[in-house]
């Protein structure tokens, strides 16, 4: 069975930066693209970032380009995400995922306020 669990939420303030990681186990990881979303209050879930299996390529919603960095490691079976400059809008619950098998973590909250 496919376990994702999220940590390193928290609050954080405007401007100020956070890393959140996703610790997967029970398939090979190494194969599978990973995902991080997010779900504002009264809001529908995004995509955030994604990075693929192998080489590695993220890609990342408008939003958080040039301040979010999505990475991976495949020795700790841990995929990241990196925040930094952020914004009260950032604030959501965040999850992180593995689309091909729909397979999702519990989620952990970010709040960005000062």
């Known amino acids: 069975q496919v376990r994702l669990v999220e940590s390193g939420g928290g609050l954080v303030q405007p401007g100020g930066s956070l890393r959140l990681s996703c610790t997967a186990s029970?398939?090979?990881?190494?194969?599978?693209?990973m995902s991080w979303f997010r779900q504002a209050p009264g809001k529908e879930r995004e995509l955030v970032a994604s990075?693929?299996?192998?080489?590695?390529?993220?890609s990342y919603t408008d939003s958080v380009k040039g301040r979010f960095t999505i990475s991976r490691d495949n020795a700790k079976d841990t995929v990241y995400l990196q925040m930094m400059r952020a914004k009260p809008e950032d604030t959501a619950v965040y999850y992180c995922?593995?689309?091909?098998?729909?397979?999702w973590g519990q989620g952990t909250q970010v709040t960005v306020s000062s």
């Open positions: 990075i693929t299996a192998g080489s590695g390529i993220a």
């Open positions: 995922a593995q689309i091909s098998g729909n397979y």
């Open positions: 029970g398939n090979i990881f190494d194969i599978y693209a």
